[in-house]
């Protein structure tokens, strides 16, 4: 069978699903590419490859806004992930700074996670429970963490993901750069 016959078993939507998910996967590998240089060129790179770990294991469960245009995904991801693990690594915080952001933090969870976009809606109200749990269980370990690690870096960095996370689900977020929220109910009957 050619590469043409194989084609022609999918329809428009579905090319159009896999064109997406091509596209997504270029992206994010460029833009991590190009992070983790800059990243070693500043002399960030191990704190660039934790932060990259620990938001995206929370991001997996709890979702979260997305750029509207590559452009803007850029230039949020570049500070994002060059400024907090700066941060990170300068910046010894009083504990009182943990409690009132993993307090928050946590509350967000509960109160929004997981959140989706147009192009990914939770439609599965099975999954969408399973990710609020999951999502809230990470959040309660990076939290138990917080309290038991004395690296000021690795508790910054697990400090700053929940942070950012939390910022990403929140509804007013949504709102502030004009996205729909809660898409799965654009689905249901």
């Not at 994002?80 to 009132?100: A, D, G, M, V």
């Not at 599965?124 to 690690?149: G, H, M, P, T």
Request: charged letters at 15%; hydrophobic letters at 50%; proline letters at 3%.
């Amino acid at each position: 069978m050619s590469l043409i016959e194989g084609m022609n078993k999918y329809n428009n939507d579905q090319l159009d699903e896999i064109r997406y998910g091509l596209e997504g996967i270029y992206m994010t590998l460029t833009k991590v590419t190009v992070i983790l240089l800059i990243s070693l060129i500043i002399g960030l790179f191990k704190e660039t490859i934790l932060f990259l770990l620990i938001f995206n294991i929370l991001r997996a469960n709890a979702f979260g806004l997305h750029a509207s245009k590559s452009i803007w995904c850029w230039l949020s991801s570049s500070i994002s992930f060059l400024l907090i693990p700066f941060i990170c690594q300068t910046f010894k915080f009083p504990i009182l700074f943990y409690i009132i952001a993993s307090s928050i933090s946590l509350i967000i969870f509960i109160l929004y996670a997981p959140s989706d976009t147009v192009k990914r809606p939770l439609i599965n109200k099975k999954k969408r429970i399973k990710y609020k749990f999951f999502s809230i269980f990470l959040a309660l370990i990076y939290i138990v963490l917080i309290f038991i690690i004395n690296d000021y870096l690795i508790k910054n960095l697990l400090t700053f993901a929940l942070i950012l996370e939390s910022i990403l689900i929140l509804p007013i977020t949504y709102k502030i750069f004009k996205l729909p929220y809660k898409n799965y109910l654009n689905y249901q009957k």
